[in-house]
């Protein structure tokens, strides 16, 4: 199993341009995160998903949209891109989201220029 | 009032030393508590999960949970320079539809 994919690892945009992160996972879990971390701080929760067809905003949501159209796949798009979205992007993933642990995916560094 | 909060440190304890990490949070209803560990550069893994109040032992990492303290710690006893990371405290929060929320993170460091 590969348990959660994401791509691209590395990315850089220029200020106005959008993106897609691509997350993908193949344990059938029912949730899905995505995280942003920058330098030196914890996981900021930005949307997440119980399952296909259901998302629900997180801490910091601006910015961003998601879409789940599938169990495995939850992809986070980025709008106008802006220099304060230059970060690490997590994507995370877990069953039933009690009593289980979250895996995550090995992030995808953004720079916004 | 964060939901999760850590001490940043970082905190320095020489190699053999017991290493306590704390965390609190805010929301009563929680019932599940995690400890990821981060090393530089990498994504989060779980090391500790615990769901009842006490304590919960793994090797040389000791959970404990105090929910009407609503804290969480950590203990890494025999601590080792590969031990040196961040340790992020999770909670599930159930006043918030199970959203997954993570404290700052406390930085280890453990001295040779």
């Known amino acids: 199993n590969a348990g959660v994919t994401q791509t691209p690892k590395f990315r850089i945009l220029k200020i106005g341009q959008s993106m897609t992160l691509q997350c993908a996972q193949d344990?059938?879990?029912?949730?899905m995160y995505w995280y942003r971390q920058d330098p030196g701080m914890g996981l900021k929760l930005i949307y997440y998903?119980?399952?296909?067809?259901?998302?629900d905003k997180g801490e910091v949501p601006n910015g961003y949209n998601v879409s789940r159209s599938t169990t495995e796949d939850f992809p986070l798009r980025l709008e106008l891109a802006a220099p304060s979205q230059t970060s690490v992007y997590f994507c995370?993933?877990?069953?039933?989201?009690?009593?289980?642990?979250?895996?995550f995916g090995q992030g995808t560094r953004l720079t916004v220029v | 009032q964060k939901e999760v909060e850590q001490n940043s440190g970082p905190l320095s304890v020489p190699e053999g030393a017991i290493a306590s990490l704390n965390c609190t949070y805010s929301?009563?209803?929680?019932?599940?508590f995690f400890w990821y560990r981060q090393y530089s550069g990498k994504s989060p893994e779980l090391i500790m999960s615990?769901?009842?109040?006490g304590d919960k032992e793994d090797g040389r990492f000791t959970a404990q949970l105090n929910k009407a303290s609503q804290y969480v710690s950590l203990l890494i006893r025999d601590s080792q320079p590969s031990d040196s990371a961040t340790y992020l405290c999770?909670?599930?929060?159930?006043?918030?539809?199970?959203?997954?929320?993570f404290g700052g993170g406390t930085r280890l460091m453990v001295k040779p």
């Open positions: 999770a909670v599930l929060r159930g006043d918030a539809g199970n959203m997954l929320t």
């Open positions: 995370a993933s877990s069953y039933l989201g009690q009593f289980t642990e979250a895996f």
């Open positions: 929301d009563r209803v929680s019932q599940s």
């Open positions: 615990i769901y009842s109040n």
């Open positions: 344990m059938n879990h029912n949730y």
């Open positions: 998903s119980v399952g296909a067809g259901i998302t």
